[in-house]
């Protein structure tokens, strides 16, 4: 004879089945749950197995199908052996056993077991039977089917939720999953259970899981206990444990995804940060404009005194030429913080990424470059000088991270903001350009990734960048209304996407200020008074002697009440108003507004170390004559306000 294997949580009726299968000559095996039968089957291969559907621990029905999925038993002859055969055989699918027995009087259920058994020895185990034996024998089942109902209820229910759930019985092994938890843990159900909940996580995790499980314990009797985070695999998992109270050691087990809301946190995080640093960035920047402008203003009163021959002429144009070198590199300060300069356009994006990866392409032969460029990319609107410049600096940071040879790759496709949904970010709604940089190079850590777009941060050796470059790409990206995202691991090689909106509308602002120069003596005497307004001393002081070199009267502010008792008490004289933006009390703003109460044709200058995006935009739209950004040169001052003085000028 061969071996059967009764499961049944019932001792009296295994018992009765062991003993009524021992008389004919089977060895029997028992089990209480389905959890001991997985062990059993461990090392036991039984012919026939009889199982009863409801149990503690693993069920009858989760054991059907881890059975069925075990290649070792998949010619076992199954057989289910219970009260409710009737009710609850069909969400086990009939395909997955091969007789069933409804448990009823001992004597008629007996000849239905020893019938199945004769049945099984003469059909090679292969035979599946469609109704159910001994159905006759017992009587209605009306509240059976109420409850297996309310069962399924609470089934469907479990198994709809997104978080994971695990039973665990008092030897910490896993007897109940949900579809979640398998998901979660990428782990199938017939692994699942009967394992070790400790071993579910890595050893270096195991510790934290096994002090959190302690607590756990040990605040029995407590309303709530929170939750711990774990690390499992790649993801980041919220572990929450529920002891069952009404049945002695048991506990439910909550896993919680929360690797995405983790990442949206950390990138809120380092969005605070980048905003913090760039307001930060923008009022340094500002600072050192109004240095610059103090530097380039002396230096242009010392060139007009000396004659070119002079031995010092030379070095006040070598001082000259770094203070725009020093004015590039606050520009990129304020490009970063979105401050920066913006002459808006409508560009063709392909034709700006092909010249400017032609010229890259000439200084780094040993890089392989791929260029795949959307014929049918939508006209952008943006500045074109802002858009070169954050291209060149991507293809700079790829050549960078490649620094022997490598494979460089630059794609552009439109996309729509659900296409990018997904990301980061959340797009606002509209179509966008992408713009893809991929290279080959040694990639980059998390803590580099989360640093790399902060000003002054870089990984080159000293001398070899200012660490401004990833710096400007985000603050020109920022200032198209567009986002930046980029993926890197270490010896993968590093993708940036930049996604720029398309047909973005924006003001266009006035060309940039000339280069530096001596002014014209041929131009006429010029008449009137400028009054100047700005809080800081030594431009106040510096600005008031070119003026005065230009053959204006001047009457210096250095804030806002002054500049408007001034104003009073000599408006018929001034012509022109030069106003900082930006000063402590009463700022540009409100002095603009209270100089435009007093006279509303009044002709003001806006000046700021910041650039016109921004404040001083809205006021030229209601009404100031015009904008020079700090450090401004004395050629470039002359022609802004010629260009508000003359005959039709603001």
């Given at each position: 004879?061969?071996?059967?294997?009764?499961?049944?949580?019932?001792?009296?009726?295994?018992?009765?089945?062991?003993?009524?299968?021992?008389?004919?000559?089977?060895?029997?095996?028992?089990?209480?749950?389905?959890?001991?039968?997985?062990?059993?089957?461990?090392?036991?291969?039984?012919?026939?197995?009889?199982?009863?559907?409801?149990?503690?621990?693993?069920?009858?029905?989760?054991?059907?199908?881890?059975?069925?999925?075990?290649?070792?038993?998949?010619?076992?002859?199954?057989?289910?052996?219970?009260?409710?055969?009737?009710?609850?055989?069909?969400?086990?699918?009939?395909?997955?056993?091969?007789?069933?027995?409804?448990?009823?009087?001992?004597?008629?259920?007996?000849?239905?077991?020893?019938?199945?058994?004769?049945?099984?020895?003469?059909?090679?185990?292969?035979?599946?039977?469609?109704?159910?034996?001994?159905?006759?024998?017992?009587?209605?089942?009306?509240?059976?089917?109420?409850?297996?109902?309310?069962?399924?209820?609470?089934?469907?229910?479990?198994?709809?939720?997104?978080?994971?759930?695990?039973?665990?019985?008092?030897?910490?092994?896993?007897?109940?999953?949900?579809?979640?938890?398998?998901?979660?843990?990428?782990?199938?159900?017939?692994?699942?259970?009967?394992?070790?909940?400790?071993?579910?996580?890595?050893?270096?995790?195991?510790?934290?899981?096994?002090?959190?499980?302690?607590?756990?314990?040990?605040?029995?009797?407590?309303?709530?206990?929170?939750?711990?985070?774990?690390?499992?695999?790649?993801?980041?998992?919220?572990?929450?444990?529920?002891?069952?109270?009404?049945?002695?050691?048991?506990?439910?087990?909550?896993?919680?995804?929360?690797t995405e809301r983790r990442r949206f946190e950390d990138q809120l995080r380092r969005s605070q940060r980048l905003e913090s640093i760039g307001t930060?960035?923008?009022?340094?920047?500002?600072?050192?404009?109004?240095?610059?402008?103090?530097?380039?203003?002396?230096?242009?009163?010392?060139?007009?005194?000396?004659?070119?021959?002079?031995?010092?002429?030379?070095?006040?144009?070598?001082?000259?030429?770094?203070?725009?070198?020093?004015?590039?590199?606050?520009?990129?300060l304020l490009g970063y913080a979105r401050k920066g300069r913006f002459e808006f356009s409508l560009l063709d994006l392909n034709q700006i990424i092909?010249?400017?990866?032609?010229?890259?392409?000439?200084?780094?032969?040993?890089?392989?470059?791929?260029?795949?460029?959307?014929?049918?990319?939508?006209?952008?609107?943006?500045?074109?000088?802002?858009?070169?410049?954050?291209?060149?600096?991507?293809?700079?940071?790829?050549?960078?991270?490649?620094?022997?040879?490598?494979?460089?790759?630059?794609?552009?496709?439109?996309?729509?903001?659900?296409?990018?949904?997904?990301?980061?970010?959340?797009?606002?709604?509209?179509?966008?350009?992408?713009?893809?940089?991929?290279?080959?190079?040694?990639?980059?850590?998390?803590?580099?990734?989360?640093?790399?777009?902060?000003?002054?941060?870089?990984?080159?050796?000293?001398?070899?960048?200012?660490?401004?470059?990833?710096?400007?790409?985000?603050?020109?990206?920022?200032?198209?209304?567009?986002?930046?995202?980029?993926?890197?691991?270490?010896?993968?090689?590093?993708?940036?996407?930049?996604?720029?909106?398309?047909?973005?509308?924006?003001?266009?602002?006035?060309?940039?200020?000339?280069?530096?120069?001596?002014?014209?003596?041929?131009?006429?005497?010029?008449?009137?008074?400028?009054?100047?307004?700005?809080?800081?001393?030594?431009?106040?002081?510096?600005?008031?002697?070119?003026?005065?070199?230009?053959?204006?009267?001047?009457?210096?502010?250095?804030?806002?009440?002054?500049?408007?008792?001034?104003?009073?008490?000599?408006?018929?004289?001034?012509?022109?108003?030069?106003?900082?933006?930006?000063?402590?009390?009463?700022?540009?703003?409100?002095?603009?507004?209270?100089?435009?109460?007093?006279?509303?044709?009044?002709?003001?200058?806006?000046?700021?170390?910041?650039?016109?995006?921004?404040?001083?935009?809205?006021?030229?739209?209601?009404?100031?004559?015009?904008?020079?950004?700090?450090?401004?040169?004395?050629?470039?001052?002359?022609?802004?306000?010629?260009?508000?003085?003359?005959?039709?000028?603001?």
């Amino acid at each position: 004879m061969f071996e059967v294997l009764v499961i049944d949580n019932h001792p009296l009726i295994r018992d009765y089945v062991s003993t009524l299968l021992g008389k004919e000559g089977y060895s029997v095996l028992l089990a209480e749950d389905g959890l001991a039968a997985l062990d059993l089957l461990k090392r036991s291969k039984p012919k026939v197995i009889f199982v009863d559907l409801i149990m503690p621990n693993i069920d009858g029905q989760t054991f059907c199908r881890i059975l069925r999925r075990m290649p070792e038993h998949k010619d076992c002859f199954l057989v289910i052996l219970s009260a409710t055969a009737a009710e609850s055989v069909h969400p086990i699918g009939r395909d997955k056993v091969n007789a069933c027995i409804a448990k009823g009087p001992f004597k008629q259920m007996g000849t239905h077991i020893l019938d199945v058994l004769e049945l099984a020895q003469q059909s090679d185990f292969k035979a599946v039977e469609t109704g159910v034996r001994g159905l006759e024998d017992i009587h209605a089942r009306e509240i059976t089917k109420e409850l297996l109902l309310l069962k399924h209820h609470f089934e469907v229910v479990l198994a709809s939720m997104s978080e994971g759930i695990l039973e665990i019985n008092g030897e910490g092994r896993i007897v109940y999953t949900n579809a979640a938890a398998m998901e979660i843990t990428e782990m199938p159900e017939e692994r699942l259970l009967s394992s070790r909940f400790l071993e579910l996580f890595a050893e270096d995790a195991r510790s934290a899981v096994a002090s959190y499980l302690k607590e756990v314990r040990e605040s029995v009797g407590s309303p709530s206990f929170a939750g711990t985070e774990i690390k499992f695999g790649d993801k980041e998992l919220e572990l929450r444990v529920y002891p069952i109270h009404d049945d002695g050691e048991k506990s439910i087990a909550l896993l919680m995804d929360i690797t995405e809301r983790r990442r949206f946190e950390d990138q809120l995080r380092r969005s605070q940060r980048l905003e913090s640093i760039g307001t930060l960035a923008a009022g340094v920047a500002h600072d050192f404009n109004n240095l610059l402008t103090v530097i380039q203003g002396n230096a242009d009163i010392m060139s007009m005194d000396l004659q070119q021959t002079h031995p010092h002429f030379e070095r006040l144009q070598e001082v000259l030429r770094q203070v725009q070198s020093a004015k590039r590199l606050t520009g990129q300060l304020l490009g970063y913080a979105r401050k920066g300069r913006f002459e808006f356009s409508l560009l063709d994006l392909n034709q700006i990424i092909r010249e400017t990866v032609e010229t890259f392409g000439r200084t780094r032969k040993e890089i392989s470059i791929h260029v795949e460029l959307d014929p049918e990319l939508e006209v952008f609107e943006g500045d074109a000088g802002q858009i070169e410049q954050l291209v060149l600096n991507l293809l700079l940071n790829a050549g960078d991270a490649m620094p022997g040879q490598g494979n460089l790759d630059i794609q552009t496709r439109n996309v729509s903001h659900e296409e990018i949904s997904g990301s980061i970010f959340t797009p606002k709604e509209g179509p966008y350009a992408m713009i893809a940089v991929h290279d080959t190079g040694i990639g980059m850590d998390q803590e580099t990734r989360e640093r790399i777009f902060e000003p002054f941060f870089t990984t080159k050796q000293m001398g070899r960048g200012t660490g401004l470059g990833l710096a400007s790409v985000y603050g020109a990206v920022k200032g198209h209304g567009g986002y930046v995202d980029v993926e890197s691991e270490i010896g993968k090689g590093t993708t940036f996407r930049i996604y720029l909106p398309i047909k973005r509308s924006a003001s266009v602002e006035t060309p940039v200020e000339s280069e530096q120069d001596r002014p014209d003596s041929s131009q006429p005497q010029r008449r009137g008074t400028i009054l100047l307004v700005d809080d800081e001393q030594a431009v106040l002081k510096v600005a008031t002697e070119i003026l005065r070199k230009l053959r204006f009267n001047v009457l210096a502010a250095e804030n806002g009440s002054k500049a408007l008792r001034l104003y009073r008490k000599n408006r018929k004289q001034i012509v022109l108003v030069i106003l900082d933006i930006v000063m402590p009390g009463m700022g540009g703003s409100e002095v603009f507004r209270e100089l435009r109460n007093l006279v509303p044709e009044v002709k003001v200058l806006l000046c700021s170390g910041y650039s016109i995006q921004g404040e001083a935009d809205r006021l030229i739209g209601i009404g100031a004559s015009g904008f020079i950004q700090k450090p401004f040169s004395l050629r470039s001052l002359e022609q802004s306000i010629d260009d508000i003085l003359q005959p039709g000028g603001s």
